[in-house]
């Protein structure tokens, strides 16, 4: 196994700081207050975000097979 590089190492960051940021209490909030039709947006929002950092994480760790 190869170690990380550090552009490997910045975007592994990058999506640590972009995962606290998504699921920090005031953006949740935000999402809470929305006005709804149904059962509110936060469920939405927190599936929508959860896949999201789920997929960048898989994108980012995934090495292409000739590394």
Known sequence: MTPPTPRHRERLLALTILAL???CPPLL?????LPALGIG???AY???AW???IGLTTW???RPKGR
Do not use: G, K, Q, T
């Not at 909030?29 to 207050?33: A, H, P």
């Open 41 to 43: 947006w936060l469920p």
């Open 46 to 48: 927190l599936l929508a």
């Open 60 to 62: 980012l760790m995934e």
């Open 51 to 53: 896949a999201l950092i």
């Open 29 to 33: 909030l935000v999402v809470d207050r």
């Open 21 to 23: 940021i998504l699921f």
